[in-house]
């Protein structure tokens, strides 16, 4: 029980950065029915701008708690910078193209911010500081690090502020109208090019604040850090049913709940011929019978039929 209580814990942690990155997924679909395949790239220059300041300030004396979040801010005004030129110079061009060709520029923007992170960070892996006490918290068996409570709690204060912000407020309305009838919503005065920016912006903002918990939780960043965590919250978002936020949430965290406990059982599942590198295995295996139960994904599809 001990086992499967801390495979709990680590993939509630997992799972919840599969979720932020995820609802960027989501929400740009949502409005502009676009498959973003460059947002796992955005997670990585969060996490390589995060490392580059917490480096270099490594000697200014600042507590860890502090470097940490000076890092993720300036990592979230760098990606949300970088995610708003995205938009402008590659994908608005294309908004009225066939929907192949800005699914093949998003495949392609993300080998471009690839290979240009390759050159500015250079390939080889890099150490991440420990910056919260590393001392584990036990839980009478299981054990919970400082970094993962974090993890959880931001994670938890962010998506309550984005459905605040979806829900309640003028920006939140403005982005519901665009996603259901953008000619109408502007015939209402609603501005569709502010709110996809602004959509592009959000997205970008909680992609780097889950790179950064990202490469705090394993220690590492690298420039082709993003694909794989970018692929599994793409995967989460059709899960949850994509183009719902809630989806988007639920689909990353039993995501990440499957692939904890598969790892800590899929060795004795297999008799030992598989080990917990084989864990994707579960998580792909998941999607396949949640599609083809129910195609929609758990949630089902919020978006409206345009007119």
């Known amino acids: 029980m001990e086992i499967f209580i801390q495979q709990v814990i680590n993939g509630l942690v997992l799972g919840s950065m599969y979720a932020l990155v995820a609802l960027g997924y989501t929400m740009v679909y949502g409005i502009i029915n676009l498959i973003n395949f460059a947002h796992g790239e955005v997670l990585m220059v969060g996490a390589m701008v995060s490392w580059t300041l917490v480096t270099a300030m490594s000697d200014s004396g600042l507590p860890g708690w502090l470097l940490l979040l000076i890092s993720m801010l300036a990592a979230i005004v760098v990606c949300a910078a970088l995610n708003f030129t995205v938009e402008k110079f590659a994908y608005k061009p294309l908004r009225n193209a066939p929907r192949l060709a800005p699914l093949i520029t998003a495949m392609g923007m993300s080998l471009l911010l690839q290979t ?3 050159i500015v960070w250079k390939p080889n892996p890099k150490p991440y500081p420990s910056l919260l006490p590393s001392a584990p ?4 068996g299981p054990v919970i690090t400082i ?3 974090m993890i959880l709690g931001l994670t938890v204060v962010l998506l309550l502020a984005l ?3 979806v829900n309640r407020t003028k920006l939140g309305r403005a982005m519901r109208a665009t996603a259901e009838n953008p000619r109408v919503a502007s015939l209402m005065g609603v501005r569709p090019d502010m709110v996809i920016s602004a959509t592009f912006i959000i997205g970008a903002a909680l992609a780097a604040v889950a790179g950064v918990m990202w ?3 394993y220690g ?3 420039h082709s850090m993003g694909f794989l965590p970018g692929l599994k919250a793409f995967t989460a978002a059709v899960l949850g049913g994509i183009g719902n936020l809630a989806g988007a949430v639920v689909g990353g965290v039993l995501l990440g709940l499957i692939e904890a406990i598969g790892a800590g059982y899929l060795g004795d599942l297999t008799g030992g011929v598989l080990g917990s590198q084989y864990v ?3 998580a792909f295996a ?6 083809t139960l129910r195609p929609a994904g758990l949630l089902g599809e919020r978006v409206a039929d345009r007119a």
């Open 286 to 291: 998941a999607l396949i019978l949640v599609l």
């Open 280 to 282: 994707d295995i579960f």
């Open 147 to 149: 970094t993962q409570c």
């Open 163 to 165: 459905m605040y912000l």
């Open 220 to 222: 590492t960043v690298q």
């Open 215 to 217: 490469a705090a939780n």
């Open 116 to 118: 240009l992170a390759m």
């Open 137 to 140: 918290i036990d839980l009478g």
